[in-house]
């Protein structure tokens, strides 16, 4: 008998769903759209349907394969209800109970989790990844904004109303910029993708130019675009990944602060910068945080695959309940 | 059959310790003097001679009482191993495995246990005060620094290395005033009695004057004295409060974005002074955090006593370890 499980990442424009062994490789996937409607008995329907036909797909290729759940990552979502909860990018509005939904029509599966993305990628790093054998490490995703997961003990903090582990928005920057939340100064606005380009443009403004990026509108540029100016030594690049690893130093020895935890894991597009991140992230967390803990918690890249991650990462959710048994 | 616990609260000058019954009552107590020479054994010595003292003390108040454990708060207590490490008030250097010490001397107890001091009061919170029943809480001590303790699912987050939940040294300011770790901008700078001090000179300076408070020196002024003008009206002490709820409220958004506590507890001196830092923090703290967690959080006084919640803190440690058996 081979144990696998279900991972879905149900994202803004597409759900994608695949079939995970316990080695963390997806033997199957497939993806739907996330509807620009808001009939979720009809999105249950259509997930449900790519749901079995994936379950048929993994059983042609090993018979023996047995399912042993359904792990879902998703903008807002509730561990504790199994709910999506007022998700800004997804159509469904109030509270969707994805989980209750989705047993109504899976009532043989013995685990049936969610939780949000970043959450669900910590259990992916705990599972298959670089955090394993780990009790206390945080997984940060830097992306389109800067998600994260905290696990202690073991296991993944959920907090009293289970929505907690939003590092992304603790303050760095007293009425700094403006947070997609609607907050000010907060480590996402600076630290993710979109705000390496804010930073970017910042420093345009403070030299009046003196960089390649100027050709850039505020729509064209993206940090892959920066990454490449800065491997080519452009001034204004540079400095752009220093200043945000000076802040998302500063902002990690916040939780270093708050949890100890072993390891800090970074995950997303931007981790490709290698060094030019990494290493005024440690320099700066280590300045930052209490004598006590320094030299003591590394910073290191995710070993999950960004392709699967996603997939893989709701997975995990599974077997994680399993040992909850 | 009446089961108490010896609690100890190791501080710079003093040892305080007594026995403490299941509800949190102090039933004797007495007091040595913290050593200020290095020498571990004669202290071991002087403080199990003022144990066994307590123990027949209340033997005699109560011949049933049956003695369960010993719990120690002490500065930089090491939960993991039973240490002291480091403790910059305190004469020992290096590492002292306080708990195999006393454990030589009380191998019949049935817990022994130590953390630091903020910790022993979140439990002492959880066991006797406000939290009772709270899974998710965060206690935050206001003095001379700004302590904190962190529970989650029910336990005390204590990290990878033990030392997990210094929230007071977490970035406010970024560059800002000089804390005494040698951080910059840490939150105990700010958001303590010495804190709000500082923060009185800062607006002394701002404008020129203006205050009662313009009669005390540096070393005469102290956080009672702003509270009482702040009482009377006193311009600057009134918006002295208000900065120090502002900063506080930032830096327990920022514990919110990670842990999402159903309650934070503040205990300290700073607390007397009501509304004038309760309010501006809450409001500071609804308004730094993702609106998710908005109206969700409570801030509430701690309802341990004044003069005996070290103690008294310090002693839940021992049910906290017997309810792990």
Same mark, same amino acid.
């Given at each position: 008998?081979?144990?696998?499980?279900?991972?879905?990442?149900?994202?803004?424009?597409?759900?994608?769903?695949?079939?995970?062994?316990?080695?963390?490789?997806?033997?199957?996937?497939?993806?739907?759209?996330?509807?620009?409607?808001?009939?979720?008995?009809?999105?249950?329907?259509?997930?449900?349907?790519?749901?079995?036909?994936?379950?048929?797909?993994?059983?042609?290729?090993?018979?023996?394969?047995?399912?042993?759940?359904?792990?879902?990552?998703?903008?807002?979502?509730?561990?504790?209800?199994?709910?999506?909860?007022?998700?800004?990018?997804?159509?469904?509005?109030?509270?969707?109970?994805?989980?209750?939904?989705?047993?109504?029509?899976?009532?043989?599966?013995?685990?049936?989790?969610?939780?949000?993305?970043?959450?669900?990628? =910590?259990?992916?790093?705990?599972? %298959?990844?670089? /955090?394993? &054998?780990? $009790?206390?490490? !945080?997984?940060?995703? *830097?992306?389109?904004?800067?998600?994260?997961?905290?696990?202690?003990?073991?296991?993944?903090?959920?907090?009293?109303?289970?929505?907690?582990?939003?590092?992304?928005?603790?303050?760095?920057?007293?009425?700094?910029?403006?947070?997609?939340?609607?907050? =000010?100064?907060?480590?996402?606005? %600076?630290?993710? /993708?979109? &705000?390496? $380009?804010?930073? !970017?443009?910042?420093? *345009?403004?403070?030299?009046?130019?003196?960089?390649?990026?100027?050709?850039?509108?505020?729509?064209?540029?993206?940090?892959?675009?920066?990454?490449?100016?800065?491997?080519?030594?452009?001034?204004?690049?540079?400095?752009?990944?220093?200043?945000?690893?000076?802040?998302?130093?500063?902002?990690?020895?916040?939780?270093?602060?708050?949890?100890?935890?072993?390891?800090?894991? *970074?995950?997303?597009?931007?981790?490709?910068?290698?060094?030019?991140?990494?290493?005024?992230?440690?320099?700066?967390?280590?300045?930052?945080?209490?004598?006590?803990?320094?030299?003591?918690?590394?910073?290191?890249?995710?070993?999950?695959?960004?392709?699967?991650?996603?997939?893989?990462?709701?997975?995990?959710?599974?077997?994680?309940?399993?040992?909850?048994?």
């Amino acid at each position: 008998m081979k144990r696998v499980a279900i991972g879905i990442d149900i994202g803004g424009t597409n759900t994608v769903l695949g079939v995970v062994d316990e080695n963390g490789d997806v033997l199957v996937k497939d993806s739907i759209s996330t509807p620009n409607h808001g009939d979720v008995g009809k999105y249950v329907a259509s997930l449900s349907e790519s749901i079995n036909e994936l379950i048929d797909s993994v059983h042609k290729l090993n018979a023996d394969a047995e399912v042993m759940g359904i792990g879902i990552g998703a903008p807002n979502g509730n561990y504790y209800k199994g709910t999506i909860e007022q998700a800004a990018n997804l159509a469904f509005k109030g509270v969707v109970p994805l989980v209750d939904l989705l047993k109504e029509n899976f009532p043989h599966l013995k685990a049936l989790a969610l939780t949000n993305d970043a959450n669900a990628a =910590a259990m992916g790093e705990m599972i %298959y990844g670089g /955090a394993k &054998g780990m $009790k206390n490490f !945080v997984m940060i995703t *830097l992306g389109t904004g800067l998600g994260s997961g905290i696990v202690v003990n073991g296991d993944l903090v959920y907090g009293h109303d289970g929505f907690a582990g939003e590092v992304g928005h603790t303050t760095v920057i007293p009425h700094g910029r403006v947070c997609g939340c609607g907050g =000010a100064g907060h480590l996402e606005a %600076y630290c993710s /993708a979109p &705000g390496i $380009k804010r930073t !970017v443009f910042e420093l *345009l403004t403070k030299y009046n130019g003196g960089s390649e990026l100027t050709k850039y509108s505020f729509d064209e540029l993206d940090s892959k675009k920066v990454f490449e100016a800065a491997e080519k030594g452009d001034k204004v690049a540079l400095e752009a990944f220093e200043i945000t690893g000076e802040l998302l130093g500063q902002g990690l020895g916040d939780t270093v602060c708050h949890l100890s935890p072993e390891a800090i894991f *970074l995950f997303g597009g931007p981790t490709a910068a290698g060094d030019l991140i990494f290493k005024p992230t440690k320099e700066s967390m280590e300045r930052h945080v209490l004598p006590i803990f320094r030299n003591k918690v590394e910073i290191l890249p995710s070993k999950l695959k960004a392709g699967s991650a996603a997939i893989v990462g709701a997975s995990a959710l599974v077997w994680k309940e399993l040992e909850k048994e």
